[in-house]
């Protein structure tokens, strides 16, 4: 998410009554998680084992508990809860509207595009030209969608990102203050879902299509040209490069990357990242030709067993 005006570190230590090391002045010009950051964002951490992916990330300002050295040409706040602090600064600058309206007179819509009755469309969400909006989709605020875009009935896009902290009382949520982003060209299928980003943005790439009931986890990014069938649920923070093809009830493990061309049959399960121009299969997938023999060695495992008894 970008600040608009930016925003100096004093006044962001002000709010969180942080202790800061770094200039006053120090510029700082968007929030966002770790898997997202830019030049010039505030980032959070607060677990050893991401502290120097985040002291070393893109970031510009990092917000730790624990007092450990700055960074060159960085700055640091120091938090006793940065979990706590970062919802807050989200809040902060993402300040929630409710809606008055079933579409907002602060959306864009495009010149061509109809928007069948029942549909929703949120605070200054962006609709390109010559789009089709069926009855039911929900549209949530600041949502961007290009130009030539189908969205069938009972779509919902920009919903919040499944990301909890665990507490000894319960979970706490992480405010999503991301945005969804549609590029031309693409199909969404009826009673998709595709939640945003935590603070950057999930996208879906030119010319992708997503057959009914596909799950779309936040921050991840569809590539071009991509073809996801009925049920397939892809978790957040995922890459899937261009021209890819997941077939009916694929499920994907979150934080990984799914290399270009490359297609996985029905009811696999990626668990980590695989290489592209390959077709893979099973759980875990695997190249398709290797899991074959596989389950074919399996199905030798009977006789095996008897002739081991005689």
């Given at each position: 998410?970008?600040?608009?005006?930016?925003?100096?570190?004093?006044?962001?230590?002000?709010?969180?009554?942080?202790?800061?090391?770094?200039?006053?002045?120090?510029?700082?010009?968007?929030?966002n998680e770790?898997?997202?950051?830019?030049?010039?964002?505030?980032?959070?951490?607060?677990?050893?084992?991401?502290?120097?992916?985040?002291?070393?990330?893109?970031?510009?300002?990092?917000?730790?508990?624990?007092?450990?050295?700055?960074?060159?040409?960085?700055?640091?706040?120091?938090?006793?809860?940065?979990?706590?602090?970062?919802?807050?600064?989200?809040?902060?600058?993402?300040?929630?509207?409710?809606?008055?309206?079933?579409?907002?007179?602060?959306?864009?819509?495009?010149?061509?595009?109809?928007?069948?009755?029942?549909?929703?469309?949120?605070?200054?969400?962006?609709?390109?030209?010559?789009?089709?909006?069926?009855?039911?989709?929900?549209?949530?605020?600041?949502?961007?969608?290009?130009?030539?875009?189908?969205?069938?009935?009972?779509?919902?896009?920009?919903?919040?990102?499944?990301?909890?902290?665990?507490?000894?009382?319960?979970?706490?949520?992480?405010?999503?203050?991301?945005?969804?982003?549609?590029?031309?060209?693409?199909?969404?299928?009826?009673?998709?879902?595709?939640?945003?980003?935590?603070?950057?943005?999930?996208?879906?790439?030119w010319g992708?299509?997503?057959?009914?009931?596909?799950?779309?986890?936040?921050?991840?990014?569809?590539?071009?040209?991509?073809?996801?069938?009925?049920?397939?649920?892809?978790a957040g923070?995922?890459?899937?490069?261009?021209?890819?093809?997941?077939?009916?009830?694929?499920?994907?493990?979150?934080?990984?990357?799914?290399?270009?061309?490359?297609?996985?049959?029905?009811?696999?399960?990626?668990?980590?990242?695989?290489?592209?121009?390959?077709?893979?299969?099973?759980?875990?997938?695997?190249?398709?030709?290797?899991?074959?023999?596989?389950?074919?060695?399996?199905?030798?495992?009977?006789?095996?067993?008897?002739?081991?008894?005689?």
């Amino acid at each position: 998410m970008k600040l608009a005006p930016t925003q100096s570190l004093k006044n962001i230590a002000e709010l969180i009554n942080a202790k800061f090391v770094g200039k006053p002045d120090f510029v700082i010009s968007g929030i966002n998680e770790i898997h997202m950051v830019e030049a010039g964002d505030l980032t959070f951490v607060d677990h050893p084992k991401y502290y120097d992916k985040a002291l070393n990330s893109k970031a510009t300002t990092i917000l730790i508990n624990k007092e450990v050295d700055c960074p060159e040409g960085k700055a640091l706040l120091f938090s006793d809860d940065p979990f706590r602090d970062y919802v807050y600064l989200c809040k902060k600058f993402r300040v929630f509207t409710p809606s008055t309206a079933s579409i907002s007179p602060t959306a864009t819509i495009g010149e061509g595009t109809v928007i069948q009755p029942g549909a929703f469309v949120g605070n200054n969400a962006k609709i390109g030209k010559n789009c089709l909006i069926h009855s039911n989709v929900s549209i949530y605020d600041h949502t961007v969608i290009g130009d030539n875009v189908v969205i069938h009935a009972g779509a919902v896009l920009g919903a919040d990102a499944f990301y909890f902290k665990k507490r000894p009382e319960g979970y706490d949520k992480m405010f999503s203050c991301g945005r969804v982003v549609i590029e031309d060209n693409v199909e969404i299928g009826a009673l998709c879902t595709i939640d945003k980003g935590v603070s950057g943005d999930t996208r879906i790439g030119w010319g992708t299509k997503l057959d009914n009931q596909v799950h779309i986890g936040h921050d991840t990014v569809v590539g071009k040209n991509c073809l996801l069938a009925a049920q397939v649920g892809v978790a957040g923070v995922v890459v899937i490069e261009d021209d890819v093809i997941l077939w009916g009830q694929v499920g994907v493990q979150k934080d990984l990357v799914i290399g270009k061309g490359a297609v996985v049959f029905g009811q696999s399960g990626v668990t980590k990242s695989i290489k592209g121009g390959i077709t893979y299969f099973g759980t875990p997938a695997a190249e398709v030709r290797e899991k074959l023999k596989e389950m074919a060695m399996v199905k030798k495992i009977p006789e095996i067993i008897e002739a081991l008894k005689k």
